[in-house]
């Protein structure tokens, strides 16, 4: 299985990342600046990889700063997931996305 991952020097794609070289599994580790998933076009360059599974671990963290920052927030945290969901579907593989309980709380009874 070769693994994509998304947001690759963040803390979570680190962590991620890591935990894939020690078990020697083949990946792609991925950064904003050499992907941005705000850009169809950009994002279009994973099918490229051969990829089996895109794990996405970018987005916008900094909860105080969305605040300020609405629309940027809104592209990385929005917008970029549904282009990523695009191209799996359309690749035919499974996109892997996390979030956080400051933007699913898990108490809402619809998606």
Known sequence: MNWIILGARGQLGR???????????????????????????????????????????????DVEGAET???????????????LAKLARTLEIPLIHISTDYVFSGISNRP
């Open 15 to 61: 962590t991620l990342t890591s935990k894939l070289v020690a078990r020697d599994l083949e990946h792609v580790a991925i950064d904003r600046d050499a992907l941005d998933i705000t850009n169809p076009s950009s994002v279009a360059k994973i099918a490229e990889l051969k990829g089996n599974v895109i794990v996405n671990c970018a987005g916008w963290t």
């Open 69 to 83: 920052h609405q629309e940027e927030a809104r592209l990385v945290n929005g917008e970029g997931p549904a282009n």
